[in-house]
């Protein structure tokens, strides 16, 4: 039997009415175990710091843990997935560091992406079944360097099954494969993610403001290596297995 028209769309947005808009956990490495030799993120310290007043001015109840082991950031993601987020209309994490594709760097070891992820789904934490989990990712995916290409012509329902990996969406800084860019007033990413939700939050789709985030970040910076005739460029990339449209 067919389902009832009720001839309205809220069935396709998510329900954002809870009495709060929820947690946003913020990992910023900047420094790291001597033996791991990774450099210091110089500029991360910006990022934190516009990150944190646009969630908050978005509502959020921001966490900032910086500089942990692995074994720190797997007690703090058990803490934040075992909390009670009932009362939240979802979650956000953003974490940013050094990385390859499918890892990100702790201050003594890497931690798989996979990892992270799965602390928060369905069968982790009930609690958020159902509802939107964001991660941003300020983190290279691979070594590879985009040398860009020049342009020739333009152009909820209750008792329901869901599975355990619906309503997550991942954005990472750039594709797989590639490097992401970083300078002293912050990453590319990052500053233009905090820009896009800044002056569009109440007005556009999250996925719409996303997509103006990629547009942003491909199309204004280039990085100019010195000694050699070469302009970098980066691609972030939006992978969503949102269920509904998410209007913050």
Not at 46 to 54: A, M, P
Not at 87 to 105: K, T
Not at 142 to 150: A, F, L, T, Y
Not at 174 to 203: H, T, V
Request: with cysteine; proline share 4%; net charge negative.
């Amino acid at each position: 039997m067919a389902e009832a028209n009720t001839g309205s769309d809220e069935i396709y947005k998510y329900k954002m009415d809870y009495p709060q808009k929820g947690r946003c956990l913020i990992i910023n490495m900047e420094n790291f175990q001597e033996d791991q030799k990774l450099p210091r993120r110089t500029g991360t310290s910006q990022d934190e710091n516009r990150l944190k007043d646009v969630f908050e001015n978005l509502g959020f109840q921001v966490q900032i843990e910086k500089d942990k082991k692995c074994d720190e950031i797997v007690n703090i993601l058990d803490k934040v997935a075992g909390d009670d987020h009932s009362n939240c209309n979802c979650f956000v994490c953003i974490v940013m560091s050094h990385g390859n594709e499918g890892e990100f760097y702790g201050f003594d070891d890497s931690f798989s992406d996979k990892i992270l992820f799965e602390k928060f789904n369905g069968e982790n934490c009930p609690s958020l079944v159902g509802k939107p989990k964001l991660f941003f990712l300020q983190k290279c995916n691979g070594q590879d360097r985009d040398r860009g290409v020049i342009q020739h012509s333009g152009a909820e329902t209750h008792g329901t099954i869901i599975p355990i990996e619906a309503d997550f969406l991942y954005h990472y800084a750039s594709s797989p494969g590639y490097l992401a860019y970083r300078n002293i007033p912050g990453s590319w990413f990052i500053q233009s993610l905090c820009e896009m939700l800044e002056k569009y939050w109440d007005k556009k789709e999250l996925l719409h403001i996303l997509t103006l985030v990629n547009h942003k970040v491909a199309y204004e910076y280039p990085r100019i290596e010195k000694g050699k005739n070469a302009r970098y460029k980066q691609m972030p990339c939006v992978v969503s297995r949102l269920t509904k449209l998410l209007y913050l």
